[in-house]
């Protein structure tokens, strides 16, 4: 009796052995089939079709709020402007650069983001975040300036510390 009972313990751990490692070997394919594909890159000409979309997005927006200064109003256009100007520049002269990337990221999120937050308050709200906001605005300004000044005078090397200063203040 001890013998048939110690037969069934030993087929049972083997079974259970078995049962495991056929769950292993089954779980593996089918983690590497469930992982998304890898997307292709879009094109440059695609990214800069996306940055334009949300910039003619960010100035819809603003033509459509009567309670956003004019003076306001001036700098985000500009900077419209600018991200207009030397974003095509940067993806053809510079497509792998951390300064391009930067102003991608400016031009088809960060930029529009910024408004439409501060536009989604109250007016009351508006008055308290205005210089906050104030500074923001100016600050992107004073980059895609900058970043404008850099692009055509070909000065590649403030790409880095640009590039650098950018990561760290609007990331």
């Known amino acids: 009796m001890t013998m048939i009972i110690a037969t069934l313990f030993i087929i049972a751990i083997i079974g259970f ?3 495991k490692k056929n769950t292993k070997v089954r779980k593996t394919p089918l983690k590497e089939s469930a ?3 890898p997307q292709p890159e879009k094109s440059p000409d695609q990214t800069y079709t996306d940055i334009l979309k949300s910039l003619l997005s960010l100035n819809i927006l603003l033509r459509k709020d009567k309670d956003l200064s004019n ?3 001036e700098k985000i256009e500009a900077i ?6 030397i974003t095509p520049a940067m993806i053809e ?5 951390t300064l391009t990337y930067e102003i991608k990221k400016i031009g088809k999120n960060h930029l529009l983001k910024t408004v439409k937050e501060y536009l989604d308050l109250s007016l009351e709200s508006r008055e308290k975040q205005q210089d906050i906001f104030k ?3 100016e600050s992107l300004h004073d980059v895609s300036n900058r970043s404008r000044d850099i692009v055509e005078k070909n000065e590649t090397a403030e790409f880095k510390t640009m590039a650098n200063f950018l990561a760290g ?3």
């Open 17 to 19: 052995a078995i049962y």
């Open 93 to 97: 002269r510079y497509p792998g650069d």
């Open 169 to 171: 203040k609007f990331s």
């Open 71 to 73: 003076e306001m109003t």
């Open 135 to 137: 500074k923001t605005i």
């Open 35 to 37: 992982s998304p594909a």
């Open 80 to 85: 419209i402007d600018d991200l207009m100007v």
